[in-house]
């Protein structure tokens, strides 16, 4: 089969012929991938930022990434039961062992032996992918995966992160998004789709701005120095319940804090910078700061049910997988506006 892989950190992957994954366990699946998304992370890989971590899991180079992945069952394991040859699906990002604490209480993301597609193991930049009965969610029939595909990390961790605020955005609240880019967007459906909250979205890109407002944002800042203040303004003074910061780093990780009033919530989505916030700030302005793992099962099959009734979609760029390095490069250079997604050749 067909894949893109990384050979070195910091060169381009190499698309080539590898070997098909082959069923070893009853659990296992096979998904003969039909899309599969292009994460921030993967450029983060190729740089070897997260070099540490794979060398923790014990990874050997080469390896496929992509851990954003939907398509078609090609095979399953003897045990399987869930699914079936032929079935459309969209595949949970983490491979789980489903016995840990964590998999016993739901907190997919947290199990003690999980394995990650595209990060630790091989993943979707390829005609086939290898994944395991408890990461397979079976699609209805009006997605393709083309149009999900990107939800099973950039829409599963904005949907993980507004589902947290859920409880204390009741109506006469706001909530500030920080990004409108491949998560904020859909960050922002989420939010008009579960709360009633007024949402104010910050960004640095007008075009990004304008399809934040078509998405549901009730107001829209331009990130032109000025947008601490204005977002303040917007909030009488006080700022926000709930400011979600889909960027999180280049100081919008500091502006974030600003922007959250007293009792508030931030919750941490976009990585890469550091928060300084002084222990007597978050004392006696009493605020909550809350990480984001992606999501958990749970969450994807709840998103699945709002993209099936469309009340949220995802905006998207396409590449043939034999583009994979062009379609890196668009996203490095900012020229994705959305989520890009490889599409394998006959998918």
């Known amino acids: 089969m067909k894949a893109a892989r990384l050979h070195d950190y910091n060169e381009n992957l190499r698309v080539e012929e590898v070997q098909e994954p082959k069923v070893t366990d009853p659990h296992d ?23 540490e971590v794979q060398d923790g899991a014990e990874l050997r ?19 399987v039961s869930n699914v079936e040859v ?15 604490h964590a998999c016993r209480a739901g907190n997919d993301m947290h199990c003690g032996k999980g394995a990650f597609p595209g990060l630790v193991v091989d993943g979707g930049f390829a005609d086939l992918m290898k994944t395991t ?29 507004v ?16 990004g409108a880019g491949g998560l904020g967007h859909i960050g922002i459906q989420a939010l008009r789709a579960l709360t ?22 009730d107001q829209t800042v331009l990130a032109d120095g000025h947008q601490v203040q204005r977002v303040l303004q917007m909030t009488d003074g006080a700022g926000a319940e709930a400011v979600i910061d889909f960027v999180g780093e280049k100081g919008a990780e500091k502006e974030a804090v600003q922007m959250t009033r007293n009792a508030g919530s931030l919750y941490v989505v976009g990585y890469g910078g550091a928060l ?72």
């Open 29 to 51: 699946v096979i998904v003969k991938i039909g899309a599969a998304g292009l994460c921030r992370t993967d450029l983060h890989i190729k740089d070897g930022d997260w070099k």
């Open 61 to 79: 180079l080469p390896y496929i990434l992509g851990h954003e992945n939907a398509g078609w069952v090609q095979e399953i394991g003897s045990a």
């Open 86 to 100: 032929g079935d459309t699906v969209i595949l949970h990002p983490l491979i789980t062992c489903g016995l840990c």
């Open 133 to 161: 009965a408890r990461a397979t969610i079976k699609l209805g029939p009006s997605l393709a995966p083309k149009d999900v595909a990107a939800h099973a990390d950039a829409g599963l961790t904005a949907y993980h992160a």
């Open 163 to 178: 589902k947290k605020a859920v409880q204390s955005l009741y109506p006469g609240t706001k909530a500030v998004v920080i």
């Open 196 to 217: 009633p909250t007024e949402i104010i979205v910050v960004d640095k890109s007008e075009p990004a701005l304008e399809l934040a407002r078509k998405l549901g944002a």
């Open 276 to 347: 300084d916030v002084k222990t007597h700030e978050v004392i006696f302005r009493e605020i909550n700061v809350i990480g984001n793992l992606v999501g958990t099962y749970n969450d994807l099959v709840e998103l699945m049910t709002l993209a099936n009734q469309g009340a949220v979609t995802l905006h998207t760029s396409t590449y043939p997988l034999d583009s994979i390095n062009d379609a890196m490069a668009d996203l490095e250079g900012g020229r994705l506006q959305g989520r890009g997604v490889l599409i394998p050749e006959g998918a």
